[in-house]
């Protein structure tokens, strides 16, 4: 790092440190958007809301907005405004939807800022033992050898 890059950076932080004693954050409460319905698997979000709700000032709110595979919760924090009061618990589904659902017209890479990793949360598929898949390529070749016979259930396209 050159020397004018090193004043260039530290002028940045002053500006940036200004700036916000101007700005105290948050100046409102937070709202965690859910992709989920309450009550659903995807607790993670509820246990997060509710940890954090002495954490700030003014508090936080959990918004379940359930739908669509979650799409109605991505456009929801999408349509937001860009002031760091909004917050989504994303899951796969903020680079799902947009593939199965292009009339969102979102782009998570310019919509959407990543703050933290929350947790991981693990996905498994299951079959009945008397199919006899074993992992899923034998899955799959059962499923082309047999096309049409196989049924399966989910919670939705997209998620």
């Given at each position: 790092?050159?020397?004018?890059?090193?004043?260039?950076?530290?002028?940045?932080?002053?500006?940036?440190?200004?700036?916000?004693?101007?700005?105290?954050?948050?100046?409102?409460?937070?709202?965690?958007?859910?992709?989920?319905?309450?009550?659903?698997?995807?607790?993670?979000?509820?246990?997060?809301?509710?940890?954090?709700?002495?954490?700030?000032?003014?508090?936080?709110?959990?918004?379940?907005?359930?739908?669509?595979?979650?799409?109605?919760?991505?456009?929801?924090?999408?349509?937001?405004?860009?002031?760091?009061?909004?917050?989504?618990?994303?899951?796969?589904?903020?680079?799902?939807?947009?593939?199965?659902?292009?009339?969102?017209?979102?782009?998570?890479?310019?919509?959407?800022?990543?703050?933290?990793?929350?947790?991981?949360?693990?996905?498994?598929?299951?079959?009945?033992?008397?199919?006899?898949?074993?992992?899923?390529?034998?899955?799959?070749?059962e499923a082309r050898a047999h096309g049409?016979?196989?049924?399966?259930?989910?919670?939705?396209?997209?998620?």
């Open positions: 790092m050159t020397f004018r890059h090193f004043l260039f950076s530290a002028a940045m932080l002053l500006a940036g440190a200004a700036y916000g004693q101007d700005q105290p954050f948050p100046s409102k409460g937070i709202r965690l958007v859910l992709p989920f319905p309450t009550g659903s698997g995807f607790v993670i979000g509820q246990v997060l809301s509710e940890g954090l709700r002495d954490t700030f000032k003014h508090g936080v709110v959990s918004e379940p907005r359930p739908g669509a595979g979650g799409s109605l919760a991505l456009e929801a924090v999408a349509k937001a405004a860009p002031d760091g009061h909004t917050l989504l618990v994303a899951s796969p589904i903020l680079t799902i939807s947009p593939i199965v659902r292009p009339s969102l017209k979102l782009d998570p890479l310019r919509d959407f800022a990543p703050i933290t990793l929350v947790g991981n949360i693990a996905n498994l598929m299951v079959v009945h033992p008397s199919v006899p898949a074993k992992n899923i390529k034998d899955f799959v070749k049409g016979k196989l049924t399966y259930g989910s919670s939705g396209q997209g998620s």
